[in-house]
């Protein structure tokens, strides 16, 4: 949210439905007005801590994500190197060819 202060009048621009529109706060002498301001940013404050703790969360979550996702790669290629696949260039997989002696 961006603040317009003028002479006397204090405005908030925010976004709704894609456009910015201004929204008239108060006097910028008044105490109301000095204490939504003080408000607003308690609140924006405490947004950005909510989106670092979540952005931590879900780093957390992606490590685990991509651990569990190589263990179960290599379980995989285990059970099917010894069904008697192979991996065609790093690509499909194919069964090998019996040859007959």
């Keep these: ?15 709704i439905d894609g456009k910015v ?3 008239y706060i ?4 008044s105490p ?3 204490m939504e301001l003080i ?16 952005a931590s969360m879900a780093t957390a979550c992606q490590d685990d994500i991509e651990r569990l996702f ?4 290599e379980a995989m290629k285990t059970v099917l190197d010894e ?3 192979h991996q065609h260039d790093r ?6 060819k019996k040859t007959d002696e």
């Design 91 to 96: 690509g499909a997989w194919r069964k090998r």
């Design 70 to 73: 190589d263990e179960t790669t």
């Design 32 to 34: 109301l007005t000095k």
């Design 39 to 54: 408000l607003d940013e308690e609140k924006r404050v405490s947004d950005q801590k909510e989106k670092q703790e979540t």
């Design 21 to 23: 529109k201004a929204e």
């Design 1 to 15: 949210m961006a603040y317009v202060r003028g002479n006397k009048f204090v405005y908030r621009s925010r976004r």
């Design 26 to 29: 108060g006097l910028s002498d």
């Design 83 to 85: 069904a008697g696949y």
